[in-house]
């Protein structure tokens, strides 16, 4: 069964950076696509972006702005934020790219204020 457990959250100022970070435990890590998704209050959780052998997927709103990075031998994925907007601000989550349904971990909340 694969765990996720995410940081880096926090409370940042518009323009600022962030670097969010997960940890996976399960020996399929290297072999899935691996994401990050985002929730914010009252809306759908969406994938911002994805990655799997080198390849990289981001969604229109965070193109330029974030980059996605994965650590295989320690079963790491990292989101680095950049040039963050307010309506960044959500509980933003790793998972496989499509999503394990009971691997959902807690997240990690980024706030980003004007």
């Known amino acids: 069964q694969v765990q996720l457990v995410e940081s880096g959250g926090g409370l940042v100022q518009l323009g600022g950076s962030l670097r969010l970070s997960c940890a996976a435990s399960g020996h399929i890590f290297s072999i899935v696509a691996m994401g990050w998704y985002r929730q914010a209050p009252g809306k759908q959780r969406d994938l911002v972006a994805s990655?799997?052998?080198?390849?990289?997927y981001y969604a229109d709103s965070v193109k330029g702005r974030f980059t996605i990075s994965r650590d295989n031998g320690n079963n790491m994925v990292y989101l680095q934020m950049s040039g963050l907007k307010p309506e960044d601000t959500a509980v933003y989550y790793c998972?496989?790219?499509?999503?394990?349904?009971?691997?959902w971990g807690q997240g990690t909340q980024v706030t980003v204020s004007s």
């Open positions: 998972n496989a790219n499509p999503p394990m349904r009971r691997a």
């Open positions: 990655i799997i052998n080198g390849t990289t």
